[in-house]
């Protein structure tokens, strides 16, 4: 039955033709091709090479066909060919353990892809609110900062916001790695060749790569190519979902494909919007970004990396993302010029869901310490001008005798991975020795005994 209907596909009776008129930067202006938008197409360069492309908009009666490849070759006048095909891309489990293009091609060194699996579409509407199961069970990271204080339940969906060279692809590595989930699914989009396969080989490795698909679109590529590698890597996340899977995804990073979206944007004639962004931008991430989280079986739970231009935290990208999210993790440089690793932000960072995933106690304790770090930063210049006095004020005084066990706590190797019981007792063991030294000195020394 299968075979039937991969043959009326590719037997689809009327062929759509046009011809290209120009090439205006990513985006080429065809006649006489009337296909909808999505459509897959075929541009026939008069050298005897076919390059696809996809149709991503209209001006006036003429199709704006975005090339997914080199246009060197094209010309004015080269057939364009639709077939009634629209954007899809072949999944089976045998994908597990592979680097892919986002054509769905293997670009590793390993054996062809084996036959079987079913065509998923690569734009799909949003599951019904209603009918997604709520997000009520702790997932474990390994990452003690992660679990304690941003703690992430399955199927959530957070933002890893950083600048260069601050740590965020060992953050996702860490995750990729440690993270409880069955099948991680890993988007490198616009990344350095070089990269890619250091982060394949370093962050994730022989045993991490086991259970994780890679989806990878380096930054030389076309923009729809990279566009489709995020939309390629949400689709494989959602096949495993549906079969009742729990997957962890990992973008990297939404600022490219921001980036991917406004080349095409700009190119088919958009205004920009905010800081170059046209409004296609800010339309496309939430539909993207809502497609992830728990279904009626399974659940998809996504750490979505974003670029933050000049640490600037109202960067347009980085203030839609985290509107949209269920939380974020801030990377800091000044953590990171210091040496503490991962240089998570627990102050600037937040899980929105943290509350119906632990219990009462282990809430108050996550707050307590946060109250901590929070006073230490507030009388920090005063401390470091050594023109604070000690006993001024007994609760800075204790986040004072307590922040050297607390920064023990956060930092991690990277190769480190924390059980997460052992996490929360660590916690509550940091705690629990400060609240007896408060006791001891409210109480003061023991009496001495009359002899």
């Known amino acids: 039955m299968k075979h039937l209907e991969e043959k009326v596909r590719s037997l689809f009776p009327i062929r759509v033709s046009g011809q290209i008129h120009r090439l205006l930067g990513p985006v080429a202006e065809s006649r006489g091709l009337f296909a909808p938008v999505g459509a897959q197409c075929e541009i026939r360069c008069r050298g005897g090479s076919t390059l696809p492309a996809e149709v991503v908009g209209f001006r006036g009666e003429h199709a704006l066909v975005a090339p997914c490849g080199d246009t060197r070759g094209m010309a004015a006048g080269d057939r364009v060919d639709y077939r009634g095909e629209m954007a899809r891309i072949r999944v089976s489990s045998s994908l597990v353990g592979r680097v892919i293009d986002a054509e769905g091609a293997p670009i590793d060194d390993a054996p062809s892809l084996s036959g079987g699996g079913v065509d998923v579409p690569l734009h799909r509407a949003p599951d019904n609110p209603l009918r997604r199961l709520p997000v009520d069970t702790p997932l474990a990271t390994g990452i003690r900062a992660v679990d304690s204080f941003c703690t992430v339940g399955r199927g959530q969906r957070l933002g890893v916001f950083a600048g260069s060279g601050v740590g965020k692809s060992v953050l996702l590595g860490m995750l990729a790695r440690s993270t409880a989930a069955e099948v991680v699914v890993l988007g490198l989009i616009g990344e350095r060749s070089r990269e890619v396969r250091e982060f394949v080989e370093r962050e994730l490795g022989e045993h991490g790569l086991r259970r994780t698909v890679v989806v990878a679109a380096t930054a030389e590529e076309p923009a729809l190519k990279r566009l489709k590698a995020a939309l390629v890597a949400m689709a494989i996340a959602e096949y495993f979902r549906d079969r009742g899977r729990h997957v962890l995804l990992l973008l990297d990073s939404l600022t490219r494909v921001a980036m991917a979206q406004r080349e095409l944007g700009l190119s088919m004639g958009e205004p920009p919007a905010s800081k170059g962004y046209p409004p296609s931008v800010f339309a496309f991430l939430p539909k993207l ?120 706590f956060l930092t991690q190797d990277r190769e480190e991975r924390t059980d997460y019981e052992e996490t929360w007792k660590r916690l509550e063991s940091l705690l629990g020795d400060e609240s007896g030294r408060e006791r001891e000195e409210s109480e003061g020394p023991e009496p001495r005994s009359e002899p």
């Open 289 to 408: 970004l809502e497609r992830a989280g728990p279904g009626a079986r399974g659940s998809i739970t996504g750490f979505f990396a974003a670029l933050v231009e000049t640490d600037d935290k109202n960067d347009p990208v980085v203030d839609c993302v985290r509107s949209v999210l269920d939380g974020h993790l801030w990377l800091s440089r000044d953590l990171a010029e210091h040496g503490h690793f991962p240089a998570i932000d627990v102050l600037a960072s937040l899980s929105r869901v943290q509350p119906r995933l632990i219990s009462d106690q282990r809430l108050r304790c996550a707050r307590r310490l946060r109250s901590a770090l929070a006073r230490y930063k507030d009388a920090e210049d005063l401390i470091r001008l050594g023109a604070y006095v000690s006993g001024s004020d007994p609760a800075t005084d204790e986040s004072i005798r307590i922040l050297p066990r607390i920064q023990e």
